[in-house]
C-alpha cells in the first residue's frame, strides 16, 4: 500500500515527459489565462471509463471457451474486450483491443498483432479469424521456457502455474519487477526448461521470449526514462493479473494515460537481453 501511495505521489516527477506535468511549470500560449495550479492537478480522480461495463468473468465460467498461453489475450477475453468465448477473433479486434484498452500506439498494436499471427501461418489476412487457442501451436507461436506456463512435455501450455509465478515474483527482491530482474527469470527458465528434457531454446525463441516478458514492465512498469531499470512493476499487480488473468485495479493498477511506443518497449527489450546476458545467456 505504501508503494502504491508511494507511486501515485512520485508518477508526474518521475514521468518528466508529461505534458501534463511540464505544464505545470511552463507557460501555454494558447491559454496565457491558465495558472500553474489548474494544470498540476494532482487530486484529479483517476479516470477507470475504461474498464467501466467491463467486468471480470474467469474462462471456467464460459461455456466452450478457448484461451490461449498470453496471459494479455486471455485477461482481454475474461473482461469482454475480446469475445468471451475466446473465438472468432480478428486482426482488427486484437488491433483495437490494444490501442483502447492498453493505450499502446496504433503501431505498436499492429507491429504485435502481425508478428504473432503472421507465426499462425498462411493464409492470414483481415478476414481471418482465429480462436484464442490456435496459438497454443507449439513451436510456431507457443515455446518451452515460458515464464508462467510449464514446458510442452510438462503439461498444459496454456493454463498459468501458480508456482512458476511465485518464482518469477521471487526474481526480485523488492516489491517489483524491473528488466534485471525480468532477465534473471528469462535466463532462469531455459537453464530449467533443459534441465528437465526439453530441447535448447532456439535463439529466435529467446529472442521472442524476451519481447513478451518485456510486455510486463510495458504495461505495468512506472517510472523510467533513461534508466529503464528504474521502471518498476509492481508485483502485486502483476501476480494477481497472471493468477487470475484479470486487470488488477484493487491493487492499483490504470491504464497508462500515455501511448507506449515501439521505441519505449524496444529499450525494455535491450534492458532484459543485458541482464540475461550478464549471467551468461546467448
Ligand atoms: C496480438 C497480440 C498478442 C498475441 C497474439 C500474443 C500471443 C502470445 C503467445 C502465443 C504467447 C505464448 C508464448 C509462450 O510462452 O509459449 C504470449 C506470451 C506472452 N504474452 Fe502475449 N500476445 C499478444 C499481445 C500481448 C500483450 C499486449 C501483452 C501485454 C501484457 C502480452 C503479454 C505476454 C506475456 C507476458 C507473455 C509471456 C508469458 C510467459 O512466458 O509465461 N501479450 N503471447
Given at each position: 500500500m505504501g508503494l502504491l501511495l508511494l507511486q501515485?505521489?512520485?508518477?508526474?516527477?518521475?514521468?518528466?515527459?508529461?505534458?501534463?506535468?511540464?505544464?505545470?511549470?511552463?507557460?501555454?500560449?494558447?491559454?496565457?489565462?491558465?495558472t500553474p495550479d489548474a494544470l498540476f492537478d494532482l487530486d484529479a480522480p483517476p479516470n477507470f471509463d475504461w474498464i467501466s461495463?467491463?467486468?471480470w468473468i474467469p474462462a471456467a465460467?464460459?461455456?466452450?471457451?478457448?484461451?490461449?498461453p498470453c496471459p494479455m489475450l486471455n485477461t482481454l477475453a475474461n473482461h469482454?474486450?475480446?469475445?468471451?468465448?475466446?473465438?472468432?477473433?480478428?486482426?482488427?479486434?486484437?488491433n483495437t483491443a490494444q490501442v483502447t484498452v492498453l493505450n499502446m500506439s496504433p503501431d505498436l498494436a499492429s507491429k504485435t498483432t502481425n508478428a504473432m499471427v503472421a507465426k499462425l501461418g498462411s493464409p492470414v489476412n483481415e478476414s481471418t479469424a482465429f480462436?484464442?487457442?490456435?496459438?497454443?501451436?507449439?513451436?510456431?507461436?507457443?515455446?518451452?521456457?515460458?515464464?508462467?506456463r510449464l514446458d510442452e512435455i510438462q503439461g498444459s501450455v496454456i493454463d498459468?502455474?501458480?508456482g512458476l509465478v511465485h518464482l518469477l515474483l521471487a526474481d526480485s527482491q523488492e516489491p517489483w519487477l524491473n528488466t534485471k530482474s525480468i532477465g534473471r527469470s528469462r535466463f532462469r527458465r531455459e537453464n530449467e526448461s533443459t534441465a528437465i528434457g526439453s530441447p535448447v531454446l532456439s535463439s529466435a525463441f529467446t529472442s521472442f521470449a524476451q519481447l513478451e516478458a518485456s510486455f510486463i514492465v510495458l504495461i505495468?512498469?512506472?517510472?523510467?526514462?533513461?534508466a529503464i531499470d528504474e521502471r518498476w512493476a509492481p508485483k502485486e499487480q502483476v501476480k494477481e493479473w497472471l493468477n487470475e488473468e484479470r486487470f488488477p485495479i484493487d491493487m492499483g493498477y490504470n491504464r497508462s494515460e500515455i501511448a507506449l511506443t515501439i521505441d519505449l518497449q524496444q529499450s525494455i527489450i535491450n534492458g532484459i537481453k543485458q541482464s540475461y546476458q550478464e549471467l551468461g545467456g546467448k
Amino acid at each position: 500500500m505504501g508503494l502504491l501511495l508511494l507511486q501515485t505521489l512520485m508518477l508526474p516527477l518521475i514521468i518528466p515527459s508529461s505534458s501534463v506535468v511540464l505544464g505545470a511549470w511552463l507557460p501555454s500560449p494558447e491559454s496565457p489565462n491558465h495558472t500553474p495550479d489548474a494544470l498540476f492537478d494532482l487530486d484529479a480522480p483517476p479516470n477507470f471509463d475504461w474498464i467501466s461495463h467491463h467486468d471480470w468473468i474467469p474462462a471456467a465460467l464460459v461455456v466452450n471457451s478457448s484461451r490461449s498461453p498470453c496471459p494479455m489475450l486471455n485477461t482481454l477475453a475474461n473482461h469482454g474486450f475480446l469475445p468471451r468465448s475466446g473465438r472468432n477473433i480478428t486482426k482488427d479486434m486484437l488491433n483495437t483491443a490494444q490501442v483502447t484498452v492498453l493505450n499502446m500506439s496504433p503501431d505498436l498494436a499492429s507491429k504485435t498483432t502481425n508478428a504473432m499471427v503472421a507465426k499462425l501461418g498462411s493464409p492470414v489476412n483481415e478476414s481471418t479469424a482465429f480462436n484464442l487457442d490456435e496459438f497454443a501451436a507449439h513451436d510456431a507461436t507457443e515455446h518451452d521456457a515460458s515464464l508462467t506456463r510449464l514446458d510442452e512435455i510438462q503439461g498444459s501450455v496454456i493454463d498459468v502455474d501458480p508456482g512458476l509465478v511465485h518464482l518469477l515474483l521471487a526474481d526480485s527482491q523488492e516489491p517489483w519487477l524491473n528488466t534485471k530482474s525480468i532477465g534473471r527469470s528469462r535466463f532462469r527458465r531455459e537453464n530449467e526448461s533443459t534441465a528437465i528434457g526439453s530441447p535448447v531454446l532456439s535463439s529466435a525463441f529467446t529472442s521472442f521470449a524476451q519481447l513478451e516478458a518485456s510486455f510486463i514492465v510495458l504495461i505495468f512498469g512506472l517510472g523510467g526514462g533513461d534508466a529503464i531499470d528504474e521502471r518498476w512493476a509492481p508485483k502485486e499487480q502483476v501476480k494477481e493479473w497472471l493468477n487470475e488473468e484479470r486487470f488488477p485495479i484493487d491493487m492499483g493498477y490504470n491504464r497508462s494515460e500515455i501511448a507506449l511506443t515501439i521505441d519505449l518497449q524496444q529499450s525494455i527489450i535491450n534492458g532484459i537481453k543485458q541482464s540475461y546476458q550478464e549471467l551468461g545467456g546467448k
